[in-house]
Structures are given as C-alpha cells and as structure tokens.
C-alpha cells in the first residue's frame, strides 16, 4: 500500500487447503498480519486437501526432494507437539514393480537421511502377505501415512492461534494488484466486503487460474491439467493384517503390469479400508463442474488391480472417493513469486506430505523485501 495508507493485513492468503493453511500458520508464526480466505465451509471435500490418508513418502531419488523431505518429517512433529494432535504414523511404505531400479532407489534415499532395505519377492510376501510381489521390494520404514483432514485443521488451528484470521466461505470475486499492494471484493455468505494488504498468496489449487483471472493479473505459469481422481477403498481379508503404504511402478515391457493406467499407490486407511488408486489419470475437468461421480472404467481397472495384485482385500468390495488434482507438465510444484502476488500451484498429486516445507517457502517468498 502506499505511505500511509491503511490497510487490512500484511499479507492475504486465498485458498484454505493444506498449502494454504500451512503458508498461513507460517506467516502468522513470524508475527505477521494475515487473513487467510478459504471459499468453502471448513473441512469441505471439493478440492484436493480433504480425508483421512495421504502417504509420507520418502522414496524419491532427487536430492531437493529428500532434502524437502528431512524438514517436512521435523516440521510434521513440530505442528504434531504445537496442536496435539496425531498427524504422521509411521507404517512404513513398500515400493516394488518392474518401472524403477531398486537398488538405485535405495542409494539415492539412504544418502538423503532415510533407512532403507531391500527384500526378495518371497521375503517381502511373507512379511506383508496383503500383496502380491514379482521382483525385489524396497522398504522405507520412516515413511508412513499423514492424516489429511487432520493435517489442515491442524495448520489452520495454530495459525489461529499465532494471530491469523481465518474466513470460510469467503471468495474472491474480483480484485486489483498494484505495486502499492492489492485490493480484493470477498463474496461471502454474510455480505461482501473489500480487503486490502500489501501482498497476496494465491494457494487456491484447482481454482487458481481463477482466482488470479478475478485479480486481473496475467502470471506466466506453466499449464496446470485439473483432473477429478478416484482412489477406491477396499475391504480387508483380515481386520487385522498390517498394511505399509505402497507404491506399485508398472513397465511397457512386463506383461503383468504393463496394461497398468500409471503407477499405482496406496496405503491402510483406519476404518475406511484399503486404499489403492491411479496416479493422475482421471478426466479433465473444471472444478466447479465437476460430477463426483466414478468414472466407470477407472473404477473396473483398479477392481482387476485389486484382484491381481492385492489378494489381502476383497477386490470387487470397493468404495470410491474422488479428490482433484492439478498437476504440471513435469510434476514439478510451482514456487514463484511475481512482485505482490506469490503463487503456489501444481502439487500434481504428490505434493501433501511437503506441505509445511511449501508453506515455509512461501513465506520465505511472501516476506522477501
């Protein structure tokens, strides 16, 4: 804003999911003024952010990423011991197929700071004899499963504490970005209202394009592909069988998996099942035209998944759930900040376990002079 001029807050986040109520939580923990808008009621299910299960994944070859990694798993036990409540459990996650060379994986996450093991096909079933396995097994016993619906109202809840001030079903409808900082109109459902603050967040996911066409400004962002995907929870054999998080990387070349739509991950739910899904191949769509409904050819392929793969649940006992993701031409997230407005988009379905690492980039961006 200009010398003297009053405004609202320091800083506005638009976008209430897991990013952005990380990037708040971060700001606010650094003393400074920010509202963070969310859209829709909390704990709503219409984005990318919501449910019970998400895998803390650590087998990543990339340096940054393992790096990212470190920090997320001290930053996870940070906002676990802040708010109390249980975020991260450590099952561990198995990652076997044909698509990756195991032993390469194992070195590159070993050099980042994390165990490994490597494990027969015959050792591995005896261990986990919920899968079927055809080729060497990596185990990462410090991976594990971060609870999502939790994960954000937890973020939300300390950045409320710390200062922030949180509106639900509050969106943006219009907006103006100057050098002197940023005004936006907020329709909500009590009345509308103007805001104003020196800089802005956009973390609005599937929306993003949106939001920044309502705040007229033109960003050179990489292409972002929003598509619904439908992960399906599987009833168990066994209540009681012990589920890792898994990740499953098909070849061209094996005919086992090389009918595969993607890789497939998944993990033990609590009380929901077993979950298994593909990786970013559902339709395209607008979020606010989505249908909720399964795509029936996507569900058929991950029942013969199930039944091919998974002989611990019973394949044709299977509930769908559907989430979106918006997701770059390389997966890899975008970071940027463009004068007043910093931008955090394209998490490309991978991105949830970052979360407090993205949200303390952003901040890092957001309060850069």
Not at 154 to 170: E, H, N
């Amino acid at each position: 804003m200009s010398a003297g001029a009053t405004r609202d807050a320091e800083v506005i986040v638009v976008g209430g999911g897991v990013m952005g109520a990380a990037t708040a939580w971060q700001l606010a923990a650094r003393g400074v003024e920010v509202v963070l808008l969310e859209r829709f009621e909390r704990g709503h299910r219409r984005g990318a952010s919501h449910g019970a299960s998400r895998n803390f994944n650590v087998g990543y070859e990339d340096p940054r990423h393992l790096s990212w990694l470190r920090e997320a798993d001290r930053l996870w036990g940070e906002i676990e011991a802040v708010s109390g409540e249980p975020l991260l459990t450590r099952t561990g996650i198995v990652n076997h197929g044909p698509g990756r060379d195991y032993a390469a994986v194992a070195a590159a996450v070993s050099a980042g700071g994390f165990a490994t093991e490597l494990l027969g096909a015959a050792e591995a079933g005896v261990r986990w004899p919920g899968f079927r396995f055809a080729g060497p097994v990596l185990y990462t016993p410090d991976a594990g499963r971060l609870h999502a619906d939790r994960a954000v109202a937890a973020f939300t809840d300390v950045a409320w504490d710390a200062g922030a001030r949180i509106r639900y079903s509050s969106a943006v409808s219009t907006g103006r970005v100057s050098d002197d900082g940023v005004r936006v109109q907020v329709r909500s459902a009590d009345a509308d209202e103007t805001l104003t603050a020196d800089r802005i967040v956009v973390t609005a996911g599937a929306w993003t394009v949106d939001v920044l066409a309502a705040l007229g400004v033109r960003i050179p962002l990489p292409p972002l592909r929003v598509t619904q995907e439908q992960p399906a929870h599987f009833v168990p054999e066994d209540d009681d069988a012990l589920w890792p998080g898994f990740n499953h990387s098909p070849a061209a070349d094996d005919p086992a998996t090389a009918w595969f739509l993607s890789g497939v991950y998944g993990m033990g739910t609590p009380g929901e099942g077993v979950k298994a899904g593909w990786h970013g191949v559902g339709p395209e769509v607008h979020p606010d035209r989505r249908t909720y409904q399964p795509d029936p050819a996507l569900t058929a392929a991950i029942r013969r998944y199930a039944h091919e793969w998974l002989p611990g649940v019973v394949s044709q006992d299977a509930s769908e759930i559907t989430c979106t993701y918006t997701s770059t031409p390389d997966s890899s997230f975008f970071l940027e900040r463009f004068g007043p407005v910093t931008i955090g988009a394209g998490f490309s379905g991978h991105g949830f376990k970052f979360a407090p690492v993205i949200g303390r980039i952003l901040a890092d961006l957001v309060t850069t002079p």
